[in-house]
């Protein structure tokens, strides 16, 4: 977001330490341009970069649900992946006695 300055004021723009004083005219960015407009001291330099308030944003709605991962959806019991519980397939003749 970007700001003009109208009012007269000190703050730290985005990553810098130490305050500077920001007089009318000034073009602020970024947080301090968020807060001074909050605050009065500033007006949007435009009316297409206000942010949505919440609950304002237009829902998606092609996307339906996210897609699941696979990995949680699979069944922890499925310890081999072929979709059985239990350890690996039974071997054939392993039951005759």
């Given at each position: 977001?970007?700001?003009?300055?109208?009012?007269?004021?000190?703050?730290?723009?985005?990553?810098?330490?130490?305050p500077k004083?920001f007089?009318?005219?000034?073009?602020?960015?970024?947080d301090?341009?968020?807060?001074?407009?909050?605050?009065?001291?500033?007006?949007?330099e435009?009316?297409?970069?206000?942010?949505?308030?919440?609950?304002?944003?237009?829902?998606?709605?092609?996307?339906?649900?996210?897609?699941?991962?696979?990995?949680?959806?699979?069944?922890?019991l499925?310890?081999?992946?072929?979709g059985?519980?239990?350890g690996?397939?039974?071997?054939?003749?392993?039951?005759k006695?």
């Amino acid at each position: 977001m970007k700001a003009i300055v109208e009012k007269p004021f000190s703050g730290a723009p985005d990553g810098a330490i130490h305050p500077k004083d920001f007089v009318k005219g000034d073009a602020v960015e970024g947080d301090l341009a968020r807060v001074a407009v909050q605050e009065g001291w500033a007006r949007v330099e435009k009316l297409a970069e206000l942010p949505l308030l919440k609950g304002d944003a237009p829902e998606n709605k092609a996307l339906g649900n996210a897609p699941e991962n696979k990995e949680s959806a699979r069944d922890p019991l499925d310890h081999d992946g072929d979709g059985r519980k239990g350890g690996s397939k039974p071997r054939r003749g392993a039951n005759k006695s």
